[in-house]
């Protein structure tokens, strides 16, 4: 099945600086990868996503890349605000077929945004 | 709209009673599921289910029972609870697209 690693487990950025953080994936057939935010004692909440066929997308501050050839996704924060600071999972899944929204989680990055 | 809801929000159990984790749905999603999440090591699948009447193990779905008889309803059954499943769990759902939605989550503490 698949497996995703997401690294750093933690990160600490001052005000206004960027953060980025890293995972890979295992099943080449992936081709659906989120990214949840998740703020203490809440639920996890889409913030952004990318499928296979695109190599990256923005949201305002935030954007996501995908190297297809290296099996590896990257959520980019820039000009970072105290209210960034939450876990931040990534995820990947086989959409459509047998595998149909089984999504695979990376263990999550702790951010924390010093004011 | 509510969209994905669970009961109950907190839970203490002793090693060997049972419990049913509540979650419904009312975006009409045929896609439900469940999955805990532990420290370090992110959210985990246990089981979920493609439509009424059809479900499927996950990743970790030793020691949990589900059903699935109504599009709305997907309930987490624990037949003979241990300290190994205090966790929080989360219930999730998903619609035509990929996006899923996820519940405020059941934390369950095993004594």
């Known amino acids: 099945g698949e497996n995703v690693e997401q690294h750093p487990s933690t990160l600490s950025v001052q005000e206004g600086d960027s953060a980025v953080i890293k995972c890979t994936y295992s099943d080449s057939a992936s081709n659906y990868f989120p990214w949840y935010k998740q703020e203490l004692g809440k639920r996890p909440q889409l913030i952004i996503d990318i499928r296979s066929n695109v190599g990256e997308k923005k949201d305002q501050r935030i954007a996501v890349t995908l190297n297809k050839t290296a099996k590896h996704f990257s959520l980019h924060i820039t000009e970072t605000q105290p209210e960034d600071s939450a876990v931040y999972f990534c995820a990947a899944v086989r959409a459509g077929g047998t595998s149909y929204g089984k999504l695979t989680f990376g263990q999550g990055t702790i951010l924390t945004v010093h004011p | 709209n509510a969209g994905v809801t669970q009961t109950p929000k907190f839970q203490v159990l002793k090693t060997g009673q049972s419990m049913t984790l509540q979650c419904a749905q009312d975006m009409n999603h045929e896609y439900m599921s469940w999955y805990r999440q532990d420290p370090g090591m992110g959210l985990r699948l246990i089981h979920y289910?493609?439509?009424?009447?059809?479900?499927d193990q996950g990743e970790v779905p030793n020691g949990y029972n589900v059903s699935r008889s109504t599009t709305e309803d997907f309930p987490l059954r624990l037949l003979s609870a241990a300290p190994s499943q205090t966790s929080v769990y989360f219930c999730?759902?998903?619609?035509?697209?990929?996006?899923?939605?996820f519940g405020p989550g059941t934390r369950l503490t095993v004594l």
């Open positions: 289910s493609v439509g009424a009447g059809i479900t």
């Open positions: 999730a759902s998903k619609g035509s697209t990929d996006t899923q939605y």
